[in-house]
Nanobody, 121 residues
């Protein structure tokens, strides 16, 4: 049972990336999935959450730029990130839990290892 994030990389300001959170050993559509990020020297913050019923939540800092979605056929949850800013630089993690408490997934059961996103000119 594991979650694996992918899709991170180096991008210029204003660019886009799509992160994926893929599950093996269990089915994601029965869980709420949260995306977190942690920048060097900063606390981890909840970026977005998608509940098992499809409701979505976004931090104010990413609202209008990030979109979270499910791909049940691939057993993945994606985070589309547009108009990236320097301050979006962080390691991004996904976690599976029971429900979304705003942008944070609660009762986290599984975590991925993280993927680095670097926004730099």
């Amino acid at each position: 049972v594991q979650l694996v994030e992918s899709g991170g990389g180096l991008v210029q300001p204003g660019g886009s990336l799509r992160l994926s959170c893929a599950a093996s050993g269990f089915t994601l559509n029965g869980y709420s999935i949260g995306w977190f990020r942690q920048a060097p020297g900063k606390e981890r913050e909840g970026v977005s959450c998608i509940s098992s019923d499809g409701s979505t939540y976004y931090a104010d800092s990413v609202k209008g730029r990030f979109t979270v979605s499910r791909d049940n056929a691939k057993n993945t949850v994606n985070l589309r990130m547009n108009s990236l800013k320097l301050e979006d630089t962080a390691v991004y993690y996904c976690a599976a839990g029971l429900w979304c408490s705003g942008t944070v997934v609660s009762n986290q059961l599984y975590w991925g290892q993280g993927t680095q996103v670097t926004v730099s000119s």
